[in-house]
């Protein structure tokens, strides 16, 4: 990036409210160039709980809404028609999501680990101290075997195809509030049974994997918010007994917010 570049996006960055400029952050989780699903990242982002700007009477879609909004207007995010599924998407352009990745990483917010990321191992910079990690693209991630990551709150592999070491940790994150595995061909059925005791979770993702099966043991998830399964392997015998053991869990308004799919 030219340094007259670097500047013009600093400062373009440094007029926005603080609210907005975590959000903006938290748009380097996802790859460069990467569409990303609207609802998505709504559900994400509530499921992080890194919210400091709420105004009494106003809804978190309300924000995320005006956010996203803003982003557009001043050219920060790109707003797309739709996705394969109908759903909008947005994605951040590319010289401003080199410098959004540079900055999560240097000011501690997130740790990104893989071939796109500014940063290639784990405990790069002050990345050591962040809650976030995501990992891009399918190569393995330098520098991870060993590390604690019991304090992780937020977990996003980005179709990673050789991470079942990584995998097979799961439920040492016992802090983890949201975890994406959309597309990550390395999850299996086992991963799966390692999760139901992560009870801080708020926000699980399955879409596009091969799992067959969701264990009764999900149920006592009691935070859980939003579980998405599209375009998993599961049958709808499995997702009828996943929403029942849901429902049962929990009371009836809580039950009927809670999002299956």
Known sequence: MKPEIGIQLRHRYDQLPAGLKHFMLYLSLFPKGYR??????????????????????????????????????????????????????????????????SDAISQG??????????????????????????????????????K????????SLFDPQDHHKLLDRLAEFTQLRMLDLEGCTAVEDRHVKLLCGL???????????DITMIPDEIGGLENL????VNGTCLSCWALSLCSISLTRARTPAVAHSLGIG
Not at 200 to 206: E, G, T, W
């Open 36 to 101: 990303i699903n609207k609802k998505r990242l709504l559900y994400r982002w509530i499921a992080e709980g890194i919210v400091t700007d709420l105004k009494q009477g106003e809804s978190l879609l309300e924000l995320f809404e005006s956010y996203l909004n803003e982003l557009v207007a001043k050219e920060l995010v790109e707003l797309d028609n739709v996705d394969n599924d109908g759903c909008t998407t947005c994605q951040v352009p590319g010289t401003m999501h080199n410098f959004l990745m």
């Open 225 to 228: 918010q939003k579980l998405s």
């Open 109 to 146: 917010f997130a740790c990104l680990v893989g071939s796109t990321a500014t940063s290639s191992s784990y405990g790069g910079g002050d990345s050591k101290l962040a809650h976030l990690l995501s990992i891009h693209g399918n190569n393995p991630a330098a520098g991870l075997e060993g």
């Open 199 to 209: 009870v801080q979770l708020r926000y699980l993702s399955f879409n596009g994997t």
């Open 148 to 155: 604690d990551m019991s304090y992780l709150r937020s977990l």
